[in-house]
């Protein structure tokens, strides 16, 4: 959510074209064709800030691009250019290898749900100490029961109290019926700290779901 909120320009791209060290040293400028655009306006281009690293490991997070490379970048309008840098949330398409399918569907899946609610995301508060360790509620909300064609994403928006407490649940963008009760139950169950609200003392609070894999098993998260 914070990824989202910070970035003026979120699109899945294709690379046509990669000139190094365009306008300055370690700056290059990447032309490309756009798939989908979830924020922002229409553009052709974007520079990368570039860190010098050891091209072995890339330990300074250098993003080596060239034509061809499918990603779903995430940038900011700095001085009239559209710029990022290689550590911020962009991710690659593989669309060859099944082992992403389902990661590339529901991030897309994602992005597009919160494109239709950009205005309230950009009008609400969305930070919370007390969400920060919400990284696997599964345990908190019971089993889950989603099907595929429902969402992989839920978006709420909480309405404090002056002394912090709850005194409504909204269900913005759901993921269904059954999950929405299990969610809200557990948030007004929550034990609320501090959070950074706006004059209306609201919140709103996304849940994304993360399917079972060989290594861990199903868990929704706040990122």
Known sequence: MNDYKEADFIAQVTVTNVES?????????????TSIIFKGSESKSLFIQQEVGNSSDNSKCRLFLKPGDELIVFAQLVNGAIITTPCHRNSFIYKDDPKFLLENKNLIGTLNTLSLFNEQIEASSINCTSLTNDTDIISKVGNLDLKDSQSYFGLYNIKF????????????????????????????KKKWETCELNENKELLVAYFYHPATFYRKEYLSTY
């Open 21 to 33: 060290d365009f306008r300055i040293e370690n700056e290059d400028l990447i032309e490309f064709d």
């Open 161 to 188: 109290s002056e002394d912090n407490l709850i005194n409504y649940i909204g269900v913005i963008s759901s993921f269904n019926k059954e999950i929405d009760k299990k969610i809200r139950i557990m948030l007004i």
